[in-house]
């Protein structure tokens, strides 16, 4: 039996955590594999994915610019695969390529661990942002129960698109709307780059968010963002994306390897060590997330 090979495909694709995180969880669960990198420039990609069965490789990760080929590829998809348009996950089956969506599960799987109970009486969210990741979010909180799911976004016009293609209690508005909005959201997530390093800040006031709310910032670099440290302050719990970027990739190992990995703080110093950021004493513990 030959030994699983995995890999994510992008171009570039050099600066991937991913092959920290299973390499992580291969020597944890003892499996004889390992996860690669596989740049592969635009013009070759539709070559790779129809060859793919005789490449080597067990299954991939996939990420800019090639989620598009990836979804036109496969043979079939997962629900969330085929309701947001866009996947990150593949593996071969009964000879076929299959693909998956993970971001939307690790969304909630993060959530889960780290504020424990915080879809307990799901009502309105808001959703900062029109991009991919916008919409993986949209689709896991509408599975949650939560409505309406307003996306705002500066150009209005896409967040409308992302609200025609799901469907249901979804709303969109402009940013100039957004106070009017924070009053009754239980759940705020955002989805943009402002607060990453090198990007202009994200000042919100949440003074009017309900004292149960939960804040959520897919922003891993800083490992706790300005609008975390504001939700903080406010009394209202926080989620960063570092957990986003490990729990989605949990079921892709698992088709691969054919072992359910478990995130752990452990796992998470490992990570931020390659980042150059020193964990916290309590990382991945209680209410802090590619």
Known sequence: MTTPLACVVGWPVKHSRSPVIHRYWLKELGIEGDYVLKPVEPDAIAGFFADFASSGFVGCNVTVPHKEAAFAA??????????????????????????????????????????????????????????GAAKAIVFALRSRGFAPVTIVNRTEKRAEQIARNLGGPIAAARFTALSGLLGDARVLVNTTTLGMDGQPPLDLDLGAMPGKSVISDLVYVPLETGLMKAAEARGLRAVGGLGMLLHQAVPGFAHWFGQTPTVTPELRTAVLETMGVVAPADAGAGTDAA
Not at 76 to 97: C, S, V
Not at 113 to 127: K, M
């Open 74 to 131: 496969v043979a079939e998809m997962d629900e969330a695969a085929r309701a947001i348009g866009a996947l990150n996950t593949i593996w071969m089956e009964d000879g076929k390529l299959v693909g998956a969506n993970t971001d939307a599960p690790g969304f909630l799987a993060s959530l889960d661990q780290e504020a424990p109970g915080w879809d307990a009486h799901p009502g309105p969210a808001v959703v900062l942002g029109a991009g």
